[in-house]
């Protein structure tokens, strides 16, 4: 974390917390992301949705068309990073 951590970062993040609807942001993202960025973290967060379910890596693949780097990549964070995923998986597990 220390490597992002810092002001312009800080400033991103802020940024996003003061979006108030899923069209800002899309709007946003495009603005900010390229389409290619936006499938890929999109794709990650399904993956950790998945894994957070308890599937497996091979029914994650199926459904997700990720690589076994990029499920494998998600799924050491789910276990051994900074519990991003877990902790927004937790709040809007009745929303998914």
Do not use: W
Not at 20 to 43: G, H, P, R, V
């Amino acid at each position: 974390m220390d490597k992002i951590h810092n002001e312009t970062t800080e400033n991103l993040f802020k940024a996003i917390l003061s979006l108030e609807s899923i069209e800002e942001c899309y709007n946003f993202f495009d603005d900010l992301c390229t389409i290619k960025e936006i499938k890929e973290m999109a794709q990650r967060f399904d993956v950790a949705k998945l894994l957070s379910e308890g599937k497996i890596y091979t029914d994650v693949a199926k459904e997700t068309g990720a690589s076994s780097a990029t499920i494998s990549r998600v799924n050491r964070c789910l276990t051994y990073g900074s519990d991003g995923y877990t902790t927004v998986l937790a709040r809007i597990k009745d929303i998914l």
